[in-house]
């Protein structure tokens, strides 16, 4: 069976077990222990941050639990729970229709709510962590389901529990939100204030539909549509790199962006290294780097997950060569455990 993915790469499966209700992915797991023992099993979401590098001999997992409920209410705040198969932007629209505030700068990021809470997906200044307040999910091993508090999710960076020490054991089932009932904006991240201002707006009167608006009109203008273009959004994570190494590049490239991380170190941009390395807008074979975001990497049509691969690997070697920094991939690579 097709795998769907932005990337557009084609990737086939032995099954795609897609499920509505805790109840139907228990029985799925169920069957799945019966019949199927000892074959991979992998849980995507919309498949917006995948590269396939083969077929995937083994059995997909996919939510498709709707709805929400909201659990909590007080004057300032209240706490949604969501369908982990609801798409993310979809429930920001209409959590602003509603009145509940925070997500607005997450607006436009593609996939689902699930993998908003494992990926920790994050933009112009807001982590799905600053909302989140728990995390349900269901074992893979024994359909037993678990709660974690935002603390226990390990965040960081595009990081969090589900992604490293519990890869591939939980299927996550619901996320509690918790959201303001009165709109701040959030407009730290750079060049926000100005698109604000040069949309004749100021920032005491703006609604969040309008932020909204400005975020959606700003990620369309520089992000590829994975409908046109096959994409998985940010290719790699922006370097996170000690202090004195950023203060060294910064004496010969005075110019670069750098941003204050955790624990005194520095955030660097990976699409400026990779702009300056040459590659912005380049070809290698039927992969590209994207022309207006160069960390994006795009399908130009018919390209392979190989072919975003090799074209993944001489950007970080030029990368790696022009300013010594090793670049990590944003975008989960999967290839059947068989094959490999
Ligand atoms: N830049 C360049 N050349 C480029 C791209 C960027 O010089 O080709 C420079 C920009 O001029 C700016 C800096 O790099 O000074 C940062 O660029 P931008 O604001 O576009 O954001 P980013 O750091 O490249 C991150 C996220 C995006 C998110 C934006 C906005 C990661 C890996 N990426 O990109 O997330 O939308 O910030 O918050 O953290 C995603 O994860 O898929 C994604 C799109």
């Not at 077990?17 to 069957?31: G, K, P, V």
């Not at 019949?35 to 919309?46: C, I, N, Q, S, Y």
């Not at 659990?71 to 009145?99: H, L, N, P, R, W």
């Not at 369309?220 to 790199?241: H, Y």
């Amino acid at each position: 069976m097709k795998i769907e993915n932005t990337f557009g790469i084609e990737a086939e499966a032995r099954e795609v077990i897609t499920y509505d209700s805790e109840e139907a992915l228990r029985e799925a797991i169920a069957r799945i222990h019966k019949t199927d023992e000892g074959l991979p099993l992998l849980h995507v979401g919309a498949g917006s941050n995948l590269l396939f590098l083969s077929d995937f001999d083994g059995i997909i997992l996919k939510s498709n639990i709707k709805g929400h409920i909201i659990k909590a209410e007080t004057m300032d705040e209240v706490f949604v729970e969501v369908g982990s198969g609801e798409m993310c932007d979809e429930f920001i629209a209409y959590a602003i229709q509603m009145g509940w505030y925070g997500m607005e700068n997450l607006s436009l990021i593609p996939g689902q709510v699930g993998a908003a809470a494992v990926q920790n997906i994050g933009a112009y200044g807001v982590e799905a962590q600053d909302v989140i307040e728990e995390v349900k999910g269901i074992s893979l091993k024994d359909g037993s389901e678990r709660v974690w508090k935002k603390a226990d999710c390990q965040y960081g960076y595009r990081q969090s529990i589900f992604k490293g020490g519990l890869w591939g054991r939980y299927a996550i089932t619901r996320v509690t939100f918790r959201l303001k009932k009165h709109f701040e904006p959030k407009l730290q991240y750079g060049g926000l204030v100005k698109a604000v201002e040069e949309k004749g707006l100021t920032k005491d009167t703006l609604t969040a539909q309008e932020l909204r608006q400005i975020i959606i009109d700003i990620r369309r203008a520089k992000l590829p549509d994975p409908e046109v273009q096959g994409n998985a959004g940010s290719f790699f994570k922006n370097p996170i790199v000690p202090k004195e190494q950023a203060d060294r590049l910064l004496s010969e490239h005075p110019t670069m962006p750098h941003y204050p991380a955790d624990a005194g170190k520095v955030k660097l941009a990976a699409g400026w290294l990779i702009e300056q390395a040459g590659w912005k807008g380049k070809s290698l074979g039927p992969a590209a780097v994207h022309d207006r975001q160069a960390l994006v990497l795009v399908n130009k049509g018919e390209a392979t997950g190989d072919d975003i691969k090799r074209l993944c690997d001489a950007v970080k070697k030029d990368v790696r060569e022009r300013f010594g920094i090793e670049l990590e991939p944003e975008v989960n690579f999967i290839t059947s455990i068989h094959n490999s």
